[in-house]
């Protein structure tokens, strides 16, 4: 380290001619340069908006995501308790009158809670998540290279619609459910073959934010994002309960959808985030797009061939293959922190489906504790701890952590007092980044063994409160699926960022196929032997039981995931064989 010379500052500044575009603050640094009054200060940079197709500005770019982000899952959330309702109120009317009551007047919703009514309610919950999982594996990775390809507005654009959809013949299902079969309701998500449900959708905001967003702050703008989804699915739950009990389970439904129609209009306003230079990059890429303009359908088919076998090579990376492990195995806790939610308290505690949405928000309320105060926290804390740079980093300086804002976003970097060039400025950015990979790991492998202790405690609960104690623990490991991502971000290049996002989605989306029916049976297999055994052991929490083991074979993957010592990116080394 040494400090810059203030000669060689004067001789530079000799050189630079300021125009009616410079910087008034540079233009005064200069002068006092020049006559000496300041001394050993580098000069600020201004950084400009080159980097977006249209030069958005990405503060705003990044506040219309976590706003469409929060209505959606807004959307979800509301949507839970009255379709579950709805359903139930359906199979209580066949399984006492037979399918031909037509009444409006919802049966005593008490008289629904015998075994085999939510036995049935759960397989065809079970039925509706797996046909939507399905779905999505087929469409995710397709439409994620279109993100990749063509940008990310196609997708949302056409992601929403598919999701809006898929609400809409649902309540059309179930409203005319004495004409329609009821195998309508749960065959809807078919319709997120438009855009690729969720997944695709997740995958495609995590790559505009990884867009827009420096390394350094990655991992906290993803929180930030899952921040964003889970404020919804914490406050709304009590709204759409509070609803509910005073209106019924259809205006409900209803404002659930008109929620998604207002996600899916800021979704198209949000401006595109990957640059025009990245979106058509190598000549063999530009050669297959020539050969697909050329042949039409069949050379669209290869193309596309060609770009799944490209992605799936990344799977290589051994890394990246424990991590999507990892979002195989514990898919069965966010299943049950959902729709299968409502359905457990209400039938186990017997309580009725609205006031569970107070259980629900509540849990929610205490995941967006722990994900906007208690992991940025620790996080600060550990990555003082694990910089072993030696190298004391001044606040705005070139290689302190970037702020939350595109490198493309116009600020004025702070001149610090002393000036690190050559090898002492690499290492203590590679040193910072190393740091960051390490203390995500750590939160990842904490926040995946809390899971498994809340996951026990809300199966062995005796009581509501109980209950409640163990989902407030549970919440503890609310940033795993955002750490989880970030780290995967570690091994993967810009270029196919939203691919292995995508890949990360269809991990997700297999573990969701096997979730709902794993929960469905086990409840059913649990509700069976909890009558049989007479309350000697609560088998009704077999469901919890085996996400806990589970999510112990997840957290068991993870320590055998090595992050890199600085940036480590897989992305060509992946398509010739090399593994990290």
């Not at 007047?105 to 039925?127: G, N």
């Not at 969720?198 to 990655?218: K, N, W």
């Not at 000036?419 to 990979?437: K, L, M, Q």
């Not at 068991?556 to 990116?569: D, E, H, I, K, S």
Request: glycine content about 8%; proline content about 6%.
């Amino acid at each position: 380290m040494r400090v810059r010379n203030s000669h060689n500052d004067r001789n530079n500044m000799g050189q630079y001619q300021p125009t009616e575009a410079t910087s008034l603050l540079r233009e005064q640094l200069n002068r006092s340069g020049s006559s000496g009054r300041i001394r050993h200060i580098q000069l600020p940079k201004l950084r400009t908006a080159t980097g977006s197709p249209k030069e958005r500005n990405a503060t705003i770019t990044l506040a219309l995501v976590y706003l469409a982000a929060t209505l959606g899952s807004s959307s979800l959330g509301v949507f839970s308790i009255p379709a579950t309702r709805i359903l139930e109120d359906i199979l209580c009317r066949q399984h006492y009158s037979g399918a031909g009551d037509s009444s409006d007047v919802p049966i005593d919703e008490r008289l629904c809670k015998v075994d085999a009514i939510q036995s049935r309610l759960a397989f065809i919950f079970a039925y509706y998540f797996t046909v939507r999982s399905v779905v999505s594996v087929l469409a995710t990775l397709p439409w994620s290279i279109v993100a990749d390809r063509f940008g990310r507005r196609p997708v949302l654009i056409a992601a929403p619609i598919g999701l809006l959809l898929d609400q809409t013949l649902f309540a059309v299902a179930c409203r005319f459910s004495t004409v329609i079969p009821l195998q309508v309701a749960w065959l809807s998500p078919t319709l997120n073959i438009v855009g690729g449900g969720v997944p695709t959708l997740l995958a495609t905001l995590l790559s505009m934010v990884a867009d827009i967003v420096p390394e350094t702050s990655r991992g906290v703008a993803f929180v930030g994002l899952h921040v964003a989804g889970m404020t919804g699915i914490a406050l709304t739950p009590s709204l759409s309960a509070f609803m509910a009990d005073r209106l019924g389970p259809w205006p409900v439904l209803l404002f659930a959808i008109s929620l998604a129609a207002m996600a899916t209009i800021i979704f198209v306003a949000i401006p595109e985030s990957l640059p025009n230079e990245k979106r058509r990059k190598g000549q063999l890429d530009d050669a297959l797009d020539a050969e697909a303009e050329h042949d039409g359908i069949k050379g669209l088919a290869r193309n596309v061939l060609y770009r799944l076998k490209e992605s799936f090579t990344l799977l290589r990376s051994t890394p990246l293959l424990l991590l999507l492990g990892t979002s195989l195995a514990v898919q069965p806790i966010n299943s049950s922190v959902g729709q299968f939610l409502n359905q457990f308290v209400s039938k186990r505690y017997g309580v009725s489906l609205a006031q569970t949405g107070y259980v629900q928000s509540a849990y929610g309320i205490s995941h967006l504790f722990v994900a906007i105060v208690l992991i940025p926290m620790l996080s600060s804390w550990l990555l003082g701890r694990t910089n072993t740079s030696g190298i004391h980093v001044e606040v705005g300086s070139p290689r302190s952590p970037a702020p939350l804002l595109a490198p493309e976003t116009p600020i004025v970097e702070a001149p610090p007092v002393l000036d690190v060039d050559g090898p002492d400025r690499e290492s203590a950015s590679s040193s910072n980044t190393a740091a960051a990979h390490r203390r995500d790991m750590l939160l990842a492998r904490a926040s995946f063994a809390v899971l498994v202790v809340g996951a026990v405690l809300i199966a062995l609960a005796p009581s509501l409160s109980a209950c409640l104690a163990g989902l407030l623990v549970l919440s503890l490991g609310a940033g795993f699926n955002s750490l989880t991502r970030s780290l995967v971000a570690v091994f993967v290049d810009v270029r196919h960022r939203t691919r292995v996002f995508g890949l990360l989605g269809i991990a997700e989306e297999f573990g969701t196929i096997y979730a709902h029916p794993f929960l469905a049976v086990s409840l059913s297999f649990g509700m069976r032997l909890d009558s049989e055994s007479r309350g000697w052991f609560p088998w009704i929490g077999l469901p919890y039981l085996g996400i806990a083991i589970l999510t112990a074979l997840a957290t068991g993957l993870l320590f055998f995931v090595r992050v890199p010592q600085g940036r480590a990116v897989v992305s060509e080394q992946a398509e010739e064989g090399e593994t990290w």
